[in-house]
């Protein structure tokens, strides 16, 4: 059954990418950059790498004991394209896929309290996240993006309460079922890109991220095909904008992008696959500046 689970949730991720990566052919929207250099082909992919360091907080609302903050440390390898509009060339379109990997501890520049829950996670992602922005110069943009990936979580406790085993612990199973295993989750993050140089960019993000307890695949692909049909709907509005009123889109986009997957993220920390009810999951909100090396 894990691995019928699996298989099924690599195919919906790949279907996603192939939908995504629509908008990505359409020429009416996008032409290259007519400058020389790596931007010249707008299909020639550039290798990035990024760094980055943040805070996370945790909640959980059936869980008696709330896990301490933690530091986050993360590394992400993948590919990054940018174009330019036709109508507007100082307007800007970026994406990126790859892959995240995230290193989340208590224990990450901080000491957590004697009386806090201290947790280590190891988080494995395939990201993708795209934004609209402005052109500042030769190979400098500020973009405003909006992410969003499915993940999969290693949660280790690394410290009880005053030392106590987790069995004598209030509600001791619910913290049981997250501990020393894998778990399947989602996050989503909002962020600003200013690329200072044509290979190097800092970034400031703020993400938002789902641990649920247990994958129920099809409630959870329910809720996956009605958040995608909303953003598509958002696209479709957002893509017949940049015709008319480029220049105004890139900050249009990201309030509303980022506000409607706040939504959906809301809706699911009660109910891990809204609308179609279920569990709490363990949540956590990061605040992340990174560092971005593009080759």
Same mark, same amino acid.
């Given at each position: 059954?894990?691995?019928? *689970?699996?298989?099924?949730?690599?195919?919906?991720? *790949?279907?996603?990418?192939?939908?995504?990566?629509?908008?990505?052919?359409?020429?009416?929207?996008?032409?290259?950059?007519?400058?020389?250099?790596?931007?010249?082909?707008?299909?020639?992919?550039?290798?990035?790498?990024?760094?980055?360091?943040?805070?996370?907080?945790?909640?959980?609302?059936?869980?008696?004991?709330?896990?301490?903050?933690?530091?986050?440390?993360?590394?992400?390898?993948?590919?990054?394209?940018?174009?330019?509009?036709?109508?507007?060339?100082?307007?800007?379109?970026?994406?990126?896929?790859?892959?995240?990997?995230?290193?989340?501890?208590?224990?990450?520049?901080?000491?957590?309290?004697?009386?806090?829950?201290?947790?280590?996670?190891?988080?494995?992602?395939?990201?993708?996240?795209?934004?609209? +922005?402005?052109?500042?110069?030769?190979?400098?943009?500020?973009?405003?993006?909006?992410?969003?990936?499915?993940?999969?979580?290693?949660?280790?406790?690394?410290?009880?309460?005053? +030392?106590?085993?987790?069995?004598?612990?209030?509600?001791?199973?619910?913290?049981?079922?997250?501990?020393?295993?894998?778990?399947?989750?989602?996050? *989503?993050?909002?962020?600003?890109?200013?690329?200072?140089?044509?290979?190097?960019?800092?970034?400031?993000?703020?993400?938002?991220?789902?641990?649920?307890?247990?994958?129920?695949?099809?409630?959870?692909?329910?809720?996956?095909?009605?958040?995608?049909?909303?953003?598509?709907?958002?696209?479709?509005?957002?893509?017949?904008?940049?015709? *008319?009123?480029?220049?105004?889109?890139?900050?249009?986009?990201?309030?509303?992008?980022?506000?409607?997957?706040?939504?959906?993220?809301?809706?699911?920390?009660?109910?891990?696959?809204?609308?179609?009810?279920?569990?709490?999951?363990?949540?956590?909100?990061?605040?992340?500046?990174?560092?971005?090396?593009?080759?």
């Amino acid at each position: 059954m894990r691995l019928v *689970t699996l298989t099924l949730t690599v195919l919906t991720l *790949t279907l996603n990418c192939v939908n995504l990566n629509a908008h990505d052919d359409d020429d009416s929207y996008w032409v290259v950059d007519e400058m020389e250099g790596p931007y010249e082909n707008f299909d020639k992919r550039r290798s990035s790498l990024y760094f980055n360091y943040g805070q996370a907080s945790f909640g959980a609302e059936d869980m008696a004991i709330v896990p301490a903050d933690a530091g986050l440390a993360e590394i992400q390898l993948g590919y990054t394209k940018t174009g330019y509009l036709d109508n507007a060339p100082n307007v800007a379109y970026q994406y990126y896929d790859g892959l995240t990997f995230t290193y989340l501890s208590s224990n990450l520049g901080q000491t957590a309290a004697d009386d806090a829950l201290g947790l280590e996670i190891l988080r494995l992602s395939p990201t993708r996240r795209e934004g609209l +922005g402005y052109r500042l110069g030769e190979n400098r943009n500020i973009i405003l993006f909006n992410g969003a990936s499915m993940n999969w979580n290693r949660i280790n406790v690394l410290s009880t309460p005053f +030392g106590l085993p987790i069995d004598s612990l209030a509600r001791a199973s619910e913290l049981r079922v997250y501990a020393d295993d894998i778990h399947f989750g989602m996050r *989503t993050e909002a962020g600003i890109r200013a690329e200072l140089f044509d290979q190097m960019a800092v970034e400031t993000r703020f993400e938002r991220s789902l641990i649920f307890r247990r994958h129920k695949f099809w409630k959870w692909a329910g809720s996956v095909v009605l958040e995608q049909i909303s953003q598509e709907l958002l696209d479709d509005f957002l893509f017949d904008a940049l015709e *008319t009123n480029p220049d105004w889109v890139p900050v249009v986009s990201f309030v509303l992008k980022n506000g409607l997957s706040y939504v959906w993220y809301e809706m699911r920390q009660s109910e891990m696959n809204w609308p179609f009810g279920d569990e709490a999951p363990l949540a956590n909100d990061a605040f992340k500046v990174g560092f971005v090396l593009t080759l």
